[in-house]
């Protein structure tokens, strides 16, 4: 296990910019070439790398996967993190909404109560809104931090959820009303999977979570804003 989680780390540092060759990912992990190369073949049987003749090549999506299995394995949690790119999170975290027919807005800012906030990823389908925190970069992912990021991010999504008039940026425009969650996504697994009703969810799980939300929606911490019909058209009011 410790010689694959090394030729594991070396892949995802050396990786970081394209393509790389065999004999460099061996030379950086200290491991053999033939027993390198055979970690290799193993992890490309897996889907986790494209092998050619003399280049290893690893998409987004593995990277991510390869930082998941070298974590499982042992690997430094923050060595790891390390070597992935904020883009890459960001990248698989709108695949899997895309997947599940949402439309998505990365590092939407806003502004409520005079206060500035972001929110990393915001992914849109009627009538729900799921404002998402992404917790790849943290170390000690222990109870205390991810109570202290649920409720951080509980309160930018009642912020956002409470904006009068809501931010046309989100094209709520027509929607009768808007269901706004929020959710910590993190690397690897929490040591809860959920604090105050706000899921905090592993990324290789995310498909599988947008895909069952519909059916749990009510038992998560949600914001609800509803329209209403007045003398100059049509509002919205959170309940």
Known sequence: MTIEKMVLLSLLKM????????????????????????????????????LGDKKIEASSNQRVKIAVRAIGLGADFERACRALRWVEFENITGTAFLANDF???????????????????????????????????????????????????????KALASMHPMDPKLGLTSWRKAIFIPVILSLVPAPVKFHKKTPIVPILQLQDFLNQLPAYVSSLKHFLLKAYWNKQGSSMKIR
């Not at 061996?26 to 193993?42: C, G, N, W, Y």
């Not at 206060?115 to 009627?126: A, F, L, N």
């Not at 998402?132 to 509980?154: F, L, N, P, T």
């Open 103 to 157: 439309t998505i807005r990365k590092r939407f800012r806003f502004r409520q109560a005079g206060r500035r906030r972001e929110i990393d990823v915001i992914g849109c389908k009627e009538p729900t809104i799921v404002c998402v925190d992404c917790k790849h970069w943290r170390y000690g992912w222990g109870k205390s931090a991810s109570a202290k990021a649920v409720e951080a991010q509980i309160e930018r999504t």
């Open 15 to 50: 990786t970081r910019e394209g393509p790389v060759s065999k004999g460099l990912v061996s030379i950086d992990a200290r491991i053999p070439v033939q027993v390198t190369e055979d970690i290799l073949q193993k992890i490309s049987n897996e889907g986790l790398v494209q």
